[in-house]
């Protein structure tokens, strides 16, 4: 079975997205100490900014799940330990490179005082909980996928435990969480496992209609992706369940908007979801046998995610440490430590227009090296090792 083509478009075009955020996080003047989602502070664009890659993080994991179904049945004589043990072993290397590269990427403090369990931790857990399942129906996975989407905001209003042990297997299934365990290491729950672990099992459910003629699964697309975002609409317009956070009117008719548009990421609320999905599922709708220039260019960003999602941390990282030492800072000045990226106390980074100017940069200097890693794959489909990266 050949490589599906809106898969690697969509995948492509939410991690050039996914770059926008991180280059605001790591080098917007204001990232720090200003709430691009908080209305009484931020401006419309950097409301937006940070809105937009609110479809990232859903996305990818919604598609990790079809694409470890399609790689399962793309393997005819595959048996089910061997299935299993590619999503084990998957699993244990993305949690390995949350816990050493990718954190050191986000931070780059040598010491580690900080690890952020977020979104390439989840994914291998959740592979690894998905090895346990490889042999339950598509159905039965859907079904308890969507069990966890509609219904953990019910946990989460929970008051949390009071033993420390408690709350800590709370925080990790269900709700973000800040924990100390010594002066110099503090373990962050950025992405709890079971509220991503449902969008995971929704995206192998939902692998099987990959294998449907093309006009069938663009017409299934488009009316899941029309029902999702009318479902979002009515239940946020109710404003009683879905979201923690509550629409309200605000000081102008865009405000409201925004105010209606600001659903919650941490834990993925169930209104996050549908309004992130839906829009999913309209693309793959609207990019179903459309190729041309610039879809063929985003796609080759998703052929291959993790290797982009590596190197292009370490690349922002390194350009903030430029800019600052431009601007004036010395190696003194540099902050590390928890939510510290290294960036000086002393007001240092750009404005917004520069993060964009740097973001567009950054994502046509990945171009040729996703290209280049693209085509080794291809050309070494025999090394198993590299559907590793």
């Not at 509609?150 to 800040?178: C, E, K, M, Q």
């Amino acid at each position: 079975m050949k490589r599906i083509y809106s898969i690697d478009f969509i995948r492509g075009l939410v991690m050039i997205i996914m770059a926008l955020d991180h280059s605001r996080d790591l080098l917007h003047v204001h990232s720090i100490d200003q709430n691009p989602t908080d209305l009484s502070t931020t401006t419309p664009i950097l409301f937006f900014t940070r809105w937009i890659t609110h479809l990232c993080a859903p996305i990818f994991v919604f598609l990790s799940g079809t694409s470890a179904f399609l790689s399962i049945k793309n393997q005819p004589d595959q048996d089910t330990r061997t299935s299993r043990r590619f999503l084990l072993t998957r699993g244990l290397w993305l949690i390995l490179l949350e816990f050493t590269i990718v954190n050191f990427a986000i931070w780059y403090d040598i010491h580690f005082q900080l690890e952020f369990l977020q979104v390439i931790f989840t994914i291998g857990f959740g592979f690894i909980l998905l090895s346990t399942m490889i042999k339950v129906p598509p159905k039965i996975l859907a079904m308890i996928g969507l069990i966890l989407i509609f219904g953990h905001d019910l946990i989460t209003t929970l008051p949390p435990p009071a033993n420390p042990v408690a709350r800590f297997i709370t925080s990790f299934l269900f709700a973000p969480g800040l924990f100390p365990i010594t002066s110099h290491l503090t373990i962050f729950v950025g992405y709890p496992a079971l509220p991503w672990f449902g969008i995971m099992l929704t995206g192998f459910a939902c692998g099987q209609l990959f294998w449907l003629p093309a006009p069938q699964r663009k017409k299934i697309f488009w009316q899941t992706g029309m029902a999702v975002l009318i479902l979002f609409v009515i239940l946020r317009y109710i404003n009683i369940y879905g979201d923690p956070s509550k629409w309200s009117h605000q000081k102008d008719a865009l405000f409201t908007f925004l105010s209606f548009m600001n659903v919650s990421k941490y834990p993925p609320s169930l209104l996050y979801t549908l309004v992130t999905l839906g829009i999913m599922f309209l693309l793959l709708a609207v990019m179903e046998n459309v190729t041309n220039p610039f879809t063929r260019v985003i796609s080759t960003y998703g052929k291959v995610p993790l290797f982009y999602y590596l190197i292009h941390w370490y690349v922002l990282h390194t350009i903030m440490l430029i800019v600052v030492f431009a601007q004036g800072f010395h190696a003194a000045d540099l902050q590390f430590g928890a939510f510290l990226f290294g960036r000086p106390k002393s007001p240092s980074g750009l404005p917004l227009a520069g993060v964009y100017g740097i973001w567009f940069g950054v994502v046509c200097l990945m171009y040729p090296l996703c290209r280049w890693y693209s085509a080794y794959k291809s050309a070494h489909r025999d090394n198993k090792w590299l559907r590793y990266l």
